[in-house]
């Protein structure tokens, strides 16, 4: 009786939403044809929250800007920051309600600092040039912080998930390669072409690497491990040769430098070197070079080797600060960023205002073929003056102390940590931040989805592994018999 009624309510409702979608459509209404799709989102918010996360990892690849579309001129990705903004609502009215995620993880080191980096881009709001810009940058932190860092890591207690929050971004992110290297090839590979061809799905050919060379050394891990059939190493052998393929095609020389870097610590990693003695040999490079930077400079402006499609000479390229129009304009906007931060230096100007305020910071000797003095002309292009200039000193600080901590942690986690397998990811993901931590010198993109949910999403692993996975599983296996 009672499953006759349930199929009588199902026909009854099915009819009805049947019959309101037509009348919809007659008036060329066609939103309300996403009536269902809405339905399941809200039951997956409030019943597998850990399902949906995934879900929108999964959508993150081929996410769509409505702005670069002309869509509403909202510069939104759909559908995942709808989606994170969703999620984050949710889990304020989760923790009104006493509702909460592991204790652990609001109380880890790694969290204070996200509270502090979160705290000063509030504060700096109130002060900021265009209060509306960097409250709406504000908001954009807080849905891919919230979401992709301490929902993260709650859901990545169990290590599956994080396996799958790794496979659900790569496989798509295959797609995308692969729809790149194709439309690419119609144009012979040519560099100027590999500028735009990923669109549009990345706005650019530097974004689109540095999401290539964060999930390269994660590809790798995952394709070494033990436990895998097959079919599986042989799937994952094919998408590491296609990424690969993606990375030099991408002709982004940021992220060809920040994967030569990623390597050279991983040995380091693996030869057991203290991170303390890595961070004093960088220093002691560092005061070299600034001690030495006029000569260095003579050097590098003898470099004429403009960009180029062999690959060879685009790497030479890197170096050259006389006539590469790519290298000058991110040093014009270098330059800007540290002119706004002479002015304010304690404050900044205001978290995400940089691109509305430093056109008349440049210098007439400084601008290129491609400077402009419009808002649609990008950032500082790095993730640390873009805070100096926006946050002034403490946003700065924050970041780096960010980036050194996490460097000092995934170095002592590595160690502490005896499972193959979970030593294995816990190097790869760190390999995968450093990376971005390395390309961040030269662009910044965390104002993005396509980069900021792996960025914070593997901040969210190690985390996770730090709490609940450090112990080796026999280990902890032999524990749980003895008791």
Known sequence: MELTRQIRWSVILGALFILANAVALYFEQYYFMALPLGLLVIWAALFRLDKLLLFVVMCTPVSLNLEQLEIGGVGFYLPTEPLLFGILLLMVFRIMQGQSIDSRIWKHPLSY??????????????????????????LAKLWF???MYFVAAHIFSNLRNIRQYQLLYIFPLLLVIIYTVIRHSTFGFDK?????VMEPFYKDHTSYGAVLAMY?????????????SPFVRTILVIGTIILAIGVVFSYTRAAWVSLAAAMVLMVAMMLKIRFRTILFSFIALAAFVWSTQDQLLIVMEK????????????????????????NLERLNRWNCALEMFYERPITGWGPGTYQFVYAPFQRFEDLTIISTNNADGGNAHS???????EQGIPGSLIVLVLVLYTCFFSFRLYHEVHD??????????????FTYFVHGTLNNYLDTDKASIPFWGFLAVLVAVDIFHKKNRAEAATQAVSK
């Open 113 to 138: 600092i996200i509270y502090a980096y979160v705290g000063w881009i509030a504060f700096t709001t109130v002060s900021s040039e265009y209060p509306v810009v960097s409250l709406k940058f504000l």
């Open 145 to 147: 912080i919230v979401p």
């Open 192 to 196: 100027d072409a590999g500028h735009w």
């Open 216 to 228: 390269f050394p994660v590809i790798v891990g995952l394709t070494i491990r033990k436990k895998l």
């Open 303 to 326: 470099n004429k080797q403009d960009s180029s499609d062999n690959l060879a000479e685009h790497v030479e390229s890197i170096s050259n600060v006389s006539s590469d129009a790519s």
């Open 383 to 389: 993730e640390y003056l873009g805070p100096l200039a």
């Open 420 to 433: 193959r397998e979970i030593k294995i990811l816990v190097m790869t993901t760190f390999m995968g931040l």
